[in-house]
Antibody
Framework: EVQLVQSGAEMKKPGESLKISCKGS????????IGWVRQMPGKGLEWMGI????????RYSPSFQGQVTISADKSITTAYLQWSSLKASDTAMYYCVRAAGSSQYYFDYWGQGTPVTVSS | AIQLTQSPSSLSASVGDRVTITCRASQGITSGLVWYQQRPGKPPKLLIYDASNLESGVPSRFSGSDSGTDFTLTISSLQPEDFATYYCQHFNSYPQITFGQGTRLEIK
């Protein structure tokens, strides 16, 4: 069974750093791109970026380029999303997602979400 | 970058109704359009891929179609569990990925 299991809820202060994780299981982790999607409270879905775990090729949405870093460690089948300096506006639910296949960048599996709250 | 505009933004309907949600692309696209359903407090769920292909396990009352710039999601007979928010999404080969703003389907 394919599963994406994300790390737990985070409460941080502005300016702090954060790295959240997404562990994939039940499939060949290296062969499926893993993406991240933001959902701010009461708002829609926003694609942040995506990584190919096999070779670490990464693509970012222009809206998030330079704001976050996406990485992956295929040896432990885990992808990461990190911030170096959080802002209050980063408060959101963050989902990791699996792309469905080669050059098929839609998402057939979703993690349960990691809620991030940034408040002083 | 391609923009996706969904209409309506919200919709009230009754159990048994037929509803259609439209996703309009800012330029013609030939492929790479999918639909998701998101129930409150849950992650989205894939419904339709390649504009009109039903994901495995999705009820047949859901269907999708396209006309190049306009894509539609139709629910033929609404069930109580269908009241949710629906999103379209496009991708290209780079990849660059765009979501529509969502359509909230509420019980009348």
């Amino acid at each position: 069974e394919v599963q994406l299991v994300q790390s737990g809820a985070e409460m941080k202060k502005p300016g702090e750093s954060l790295k959240i994780s997404c562990k994939g299981s039940g499939y060949s982790f290296s062969f499926y791109w893993i993406g991240w999607v933001r959902q701010m409270p009461g708002k829609g879905l926003e694609w942040m970026g995506i990584i190919s775990p096999g070779d670490s090729r990464t693509r970012y949405s222009p809206s998030f380029q330079g704001q976050v870093t996406i990485s992956a460690d295929k040896s432990i089948t885990t992808a990461y999303l990190q911030w170096s300096s959080l802002k209050a506006s980063d408060t959101a639910m963050y989902y990791c997602v699996r792309a469905a296949g080669s050059s098929q960048y839609y998402f057939d599996y979703w993690g349960q979400g990691t809620p991030v709250t940034v408040s002083s | 970058a391609i923009q996706l505009t969904q209409s309506p933004s919200s919709l009230s309907a009754s159990v048994g109704d037929r509803v259609t949600i439209t996703c309009r692309a800012s330029q013609g696209i030939t492929s790479g359009l999918v639909w998701y359903q998101q129930r409150p407090g849950k992650p989205p769920k894939l419904l339709i891929y390649d504009a009109s292909n039903l994901e495995s396990g999705v009820p047949s009352r859901f269907s999708g179609s396209d006309s190049g710039t306009d894509f539609t999601l139709t629910i033929s007979s609404l069930q109580p569990e269908d009241f949710a928010t629906y999103y379209c999404q496009h991708f290209n080969s780079y990849p660059q990925i765009t979501f529509g703003q969502g359509t909230r389907l509420e019980i009348k």
